[in-house]
T-cell receptor, first 113, second 112 residues
Framework: AQSVTQLDSHVSVSEGTPVLLRCNYS??????LFWYVQHPNKGLQLLLK??????LVKGINGFEAEFKKSETSFHLTKPSAHMSDAAEYFC???????????FGAGTTVTVRA | KAGVTQTPRYLIKTRGQQVTLSCSPI?????VSWYQQTPGQGLQFLFE???????NKGNFPGRFSGRQFSNSRSEMNVSTLELGDSALYLC???????????FGQGTRLTVV
């Protein structure tokens, strides 16, 4: 069975400082991993995905994530936070042939001016 | 290319009623999945359809059902509504061989 643990329910950063959102996963097979973002009253937007190619994945809006199999982690980072990054972020795992996504509980990001 | 379209965007229903939500996937996408989002339980998988066949189902009671049509459009139905069914229902579509899912804006269901 697959599952995801997001280690922080809330992260607060100052504008222009780095952002780190932590995610650990559990999967029986070689997983596909994703980070999605959800702004208030909006649907989910894909930031980036890992599907067994390069372990360092670059996404949209300056975000990137590193897949570490030995640590079963897929942490999301951004070098410099912008006010528009304030949102909820979800780490997601999918196993091949399972036809479903398993979501973490989400991390709410607040950006201080 | 149009995105995933969900209708209606908002619904208010009374306990005991039933409701049908609709999802039109991105053109060419044949897989459609549904998720329920609540503050307490987060995002939970309901079911997934491909070529009119349900391939996986989440841990929800039988009151929750769905179907997919030959044009890949999908509907989900909830019968005998309960207050706890109040949630944002999200639909996602993906293409064959692609694990990436594209989400619609969701339908906000309120049960009173």
């Amino acid at each position: 069975a697959q599952s995801v643990t997001q280690l922080d329910s809330h992260v607060s950063v100052s504008e222009g400082t780095p952002v780190l959102l932590r995610c650990n996963y559990s999967s029986s097979y070689s997983p596909s991993l994703f980070w999605y973002v959800q702004h208030p009253n909006k649907g989910l937007q894909l930031l980036l995905k890992y599907t067994s190619a390069a372990t360092l994945v670059k996404g949209i809006n300056g975000f990137e994530a590193e897949f570490k199999k030995s640590e079963t982690s897929f942490h999301l980072t951004k070098p410099s936070a912008h006010m528009s990054d304030a949102a909820e972020y979800f780490c997601v795992v999918s196993d091949a042939d399972d036809y479903k996504l398993s979501f973490g509980a989400g991390t709410t990001v607040t950006v201080r001016a | 290319k149009a995105g995933v379209t969900q209708t209606p965007r908002y619904l208010i229903k009374t306990r005991g009623q039933q409701v049908t939500l609709s999802c039109s996937p991105i053109s060419g996408h044949r897989s459609v999945s549904w998720y329920q989002q609540t503050p307490g339980q987060g995002l939970q998988f309901l079911f997934e359809y491909f070529s009119e066949t349900q391939r996986n189902k989440g841990n929800f009671p039988g009151r929750f059902s769905g179907r997919q049509f030959s044009n890949s459009r999908s509907e989900m139905n909830v019968s005998t509504l309960e207050l706890g069914d109040s949630a944002l229902y999200l639909c996602a579509s993906s293409s064959v061989g692609d694990t990436e899912a594209f989400f619609g804006q969701g339908t906000r269901l309120t049960v009173v």
